[in-house]
């Protein structure tokens, strides 16, 4: 159980730090392409090499997967969207503003499950609704006269991240269950791969920019943006079940502010940190109904 817990908020604190790392390598001049191109390429390395030295446990557990990989990779293009929309977010406005417009995927997942599979929301999730969008505007220091002409385009990115991201869960909790965790990462990071290389060409592998911080920055957010996470999640969840899952994965907030703060010393006051936990009080409140029901994904 505690293995599972630590290993739950480790996934969710790696994808937290993601947005500092980013502002970092913008810092050293990076662009867009550059910055996710590098994430793609050498986190599906990284993932089709621990596939290649697990393929014995990983026949062992998942020997003849119906689902086409074709259609793995064609999901993971929504993860791939969101890395190219989320960044560009973080280009243009604070980092602990990006994160905040992330968080709106809770809304918008119920939203997506009222329209595709006629699925209500339940009261709890209304009310969390009705927090969430009110505390965004006190978490991102609307409310301050500095803070009011915050860059429409980077607003637009954020929400545009959120719906791709909500899209990304959507998939990846109905698709390629059948598959091993770690065969479906790589496929799908594969398919997100792909698509920003058709958006942006790797000219990265061939102009020499690899000689320069690129390569760290590639491989740090290569490991905490699509390694790390998704083994820990794979291993954690079964452990403590989904519901107590959900909760824990709200620290990805936290974390991402306190390092915008700390590390890019972006201004994070009082009113900012209130609305911070109200947020994360509006994500973790649907699962509270869930926390004394039995949970299919928990071993016993």
Same mark, same amino acid.
């Given at each position: 159980? @505690?293995?599972? *817990?630590?290993? @739950?908020?480790?996934?969710?604190? #790696?994808?937290?730090?993601? /947005?500092?790392?980013?502002?970092?390598?913008? $810092? &050293?001049?990076?662009?867009?392409?550059?910055?996710?191109?590098?994430?793609?390429?050498?986190?599906?390395?990284?993932? +089709?090499?621990?596939?290649?030295?697990?393929?014995? =446990?990983?026949?062992?557990? $998942?020997?003849?997967?119906?689902?086409?990989?074709? +259609?793995?990779?064609?999901?993971?293009?929504?993860?791939?969207?969101? #890395?190219?929309?989320?960044?560009?977010?973080? =280009?243009?406005?604070?980092? /602990?503003?990006? *994160?905040?417009?992330?968080?709106?995927?809770? +809304?918008?997942?119920?939203?997506?499950?009222?329209?595709?599979?006629? =699925?209500?929301?339940?009261?709890?999730?209304?009310?969390?609704? @009705?927090?969430?969008?009110?505390?965004?505007?006190?978490? /991102?220091?609307?409310?301050?006269?500095?803070?009011?002409?915050?860059?429409?385009?980077?607003?637009?990115?954020?929400?545009?991240?959120?719906?791709?991201? $909500?899209?990304?869960?959507?998939?990846?909790?109905?698709?390629?269950?059948?598959?091993?965790?770690?065969?479906?990462?790589? %496929?799908? *990071?594969?398919?997100?791969? %792909?698509?920003?290389?058709?958006?942006?060409?790797?000219?990265?592998? *061939?102009?020499?920019?690899?000689?320069? #911080?690129?390569?760290?920055?590639?491989l740090v957010l290569a490991a905490f943006g699509?390694?790390?996470?998704?083994?820990?999640?794979? /291993?954690?969840?079964? =452990? !403590?079940?989904?519901?107590?899952?959900?909760?824990? #994965?709200?620290?990805? %907030?936290?974390?991402?502010?306190l390092m915008s703060s700390l590390v890019l010393?972006?201004?994070?006051?009082? &009113?900012?940190?209130?609305? @911070?936990? !109200?947020?994360?009080?509006?994500? !973790?409140?649907?699962?509270?109904?869930?926390?004394?029901?039995?949970? !299919?994904?928990?071993?016993?």
């Amino acid at each position: 159980m @505690v293995k599972g *817990i630590l290993l @739950v908020l480790l996934g969710a604190c #790696s994808f937290g730090i993601l /947005s500092t790392f980013v502002k970092l390598a913008y $810092a &050293d001049g990076y662009h867009l392409g550059d910055v996710t191109g590098t994430q793609a390429f050498f986190g599906a390395l990284m993932l +089709w090499a621990l596939c290649f030295f697990s393929r014995k =446990k990983i026949r062992k557990k $998942a020997p003849a997967p119906h689902t086409h990989w074709a +259609w793995l990779m064609l999901a993971g293009c929504s993860t791939g969207l969101v #890395s190219v929309l989320y960044y560009q977010c973080v =280009k243009l406005i604070p980092a /602990s503003m990006a *994160i905040i417009l992330l968080m709106q995927f809770v +809304w918008i997942s119920m939203l997506l499950e009222l329209l595709i599979f006629k =699925k209500r929301p339940t009261l709890l999730q209304l009310l969390a609704v @009705v927090l969430l969008i009110p505390s965004t505007l006190l978490a /991102s220091g609307y409310f301050q006269s500095e803070q009011n002409e915050l860059n429409p385009q980077g607003l637009l990115y954020g929400l545009l991240a959120a719906f791709t991201y $909500a899209l990304f869960l959507l998939l990846n909790g109905r698709l390629g269950n059948d598959h091993h965790p770690l065969r479906k990462s790589a %496929l799908m *990071i594969s398919g997100a791969c %792909l698509l920003i290389f058709i958006l942006f060409p790797p000219f990265f592998l *061939i102009n020499g920019t690899l000689g320069g #911080s690129l390569l760290k920055w590639g491989l740090v957010l290569a490991a905490f943006g699509t390694v790390i996470p998704p083994l820990c999640f794979a /291993s954690g969840i079964p =452990k !403590i079940g989904l519901t107590l899952s959900a909760i824990l #994965s709200a620290a990805e %907030l936290p974390v991402a502010v306190l390092m915008s703060s700390l590390v890019l010393l972006e201004p994070v006051g009082l &009113d900012r940190w209130t609305g @911070v936990c !109200i947020i994360l009080f509006a994500v !973790i409140l649907p699962n509270l109904e869930n926390l004394k029901k039995p949970n !299919i994904f928990k071993q016993t």
